[in-house]
């Protein structure tokens, strides 16, 4: 396995060709301390998460880790299905510490920092909480927007506000305003989609005042302010009357900052260039996706998309293509893709004409011979006491709802967990991918003697089957939940000194961008 030290590497960074930097740790162990444009890629689920990541099996990729050896497995997992350019980083993220070089702590922090910039590069105007609070108590003309998925925005918001998420903001938001002299307040749970959110209406031209919420909804409770909870107000559906002027409007931003247009044709093209790694991303809503969408294209929510690059994207200077069905979206999504990354960017013109594919996306299957179990014969094992469950789930999902008696686990991990299971009982896996939960039976057989099979649906088919589920916030501790990089609102103990912590990460993350000096941000 090529080697290489953390030198070559940051030359590798500046020389513009391709490159993946992975790192093969948990999210909540790759939070404590990585490289700038590392992307996790967790051992446990590297067979799947590689070829999303990674759509080009000649991509130069290079493996690191805490210092543990992790990257070496992960390089031969990723040459094991096919990538040809795989290398490790010697000595992992304390070498690249240890060489002089920056070191980041948390998620998503490209995009974290690029709204950092975006902030302080175009003065994006904000409003503290108690302000806030004082307009809306004196009967201001203010339209409140929340800028995260529903899933956030239901769990809590600011009294009053409307779901807007990220790229639809630019869209919609026209539509929603009566009077140019209504103030739009823009918020998220801290300051990313927030600041993103408000800067986005404002380059695409609304003539409203506009501001985001300094430190959204952890600022509103640090403040001594109450969120609202279960609330479900949202943009109305459908295609706003005024597609065609938000589009321009859109084009307009996309365009100064070098987003070019591209057919189904210009798209083929590209995919068929195997030297280059090519992005296929469609950024509108879940519903609409699911409805037709570019066959091969992922999901990949605008707002999203630019909040948690990392997650669809691990190749720097590759090539990305957006779709929309009126471009709007896309193309505010791809102006700010432009300016974080520098990525060459395309938006389709004719995404939604010709053959599309229906539903939420390729569906995962057990592999053929999988030995399996269904609900039903499974609670009554569990009735019996003849059988055990190990849930792979993530482990704020396990905290919400699981199999009662089900043990959490990691797959990378599973050597630890096997001398809980009892061994006279059978073992059923859950998982939210089926296949995960098919490798990780294949290797509980090595470490358990008694029969092991896969719970057909998991966890998801337990519930719908109606069989009960336990929930317990504090399994897995706050400490154990290595998988999730916990945020302050995941946490069981400590949230406000958490939530204090956090927005003060969030606003150095500027200043150690300048000092790592391998973020393009506005130099494209």
Known sequence: MPRIPPATLKSWLRDGAELAILDAREEGEFGAAHLFWAVPCPLSRAELAAPALLPSRASRIVCTDGGEGLAERLAGVLQAIGYTNTHTLAGGTPAWAASGFEVFSGVNVPSKAFGEWVEHHYATPSVDPAELAAMLAAGQDLLLVDSRPMEEFWRMTIPGATNV?????????????????????????GRTRSILGAESLRRAGLPNPVVALRNGTMGWELAGLDCERGRTARHPPGTPADAAATRARAWAFAEAHGVRRLTR?????????????????DVRDAAEYAAGHLPGARHAPGGQLVQATDQWVAVRHARIVLADDTQTRAAMTGGWLRQLGGWEVFVLDDAMEGRLEAGPGPAAALPPGT??????????????????????????????????????????????????????????????????????AEELRALHPAPVAVLEGGTAAWAEAGFPLAADRANPPDEACLDWHLRPYDRNHGVEEAMRAYIAWEVELVHAVERDGDAPFGRW
């Not at 790229?167 to 209504?182: F, G, K, N």
């Not at 789930?393 to 050597?415: N, Q, T, V």
């Open 371 to 440: 030995r399996r179990i269904a609900p039903a014969d499974l609670a009554a094992r569990l009735a019996e006491g003849a059988a055990a469950v190990v849930d792979l789930a993530r482990s704020i999902a396990f905290r919400e709802g699981h199999i009662p008696g089900a043990l959490w686990g990691i797959r990378s991990r599973l050597h630890a967990l096997a001398p809980r299971l009892p061994p006279d009982r059978m073992v059923a896996v859950a998982a939210p991918d089926p296949r995960l939960a098919a490798l990780a």
């Open 265 to 281: 044709a210009g798209l083929a093209a590209l995919q068929a260039d195997a030297a280059r790694t090519t992005y296929l991303l």
């Open 165 to 189: 998420p990220g790229a639809e903001l630019a869209y919609r938001v026209p539509s929603l305003l009566a009077r140019p002299d209504t103030t739009v307040v823009v918020n998220c749970a």
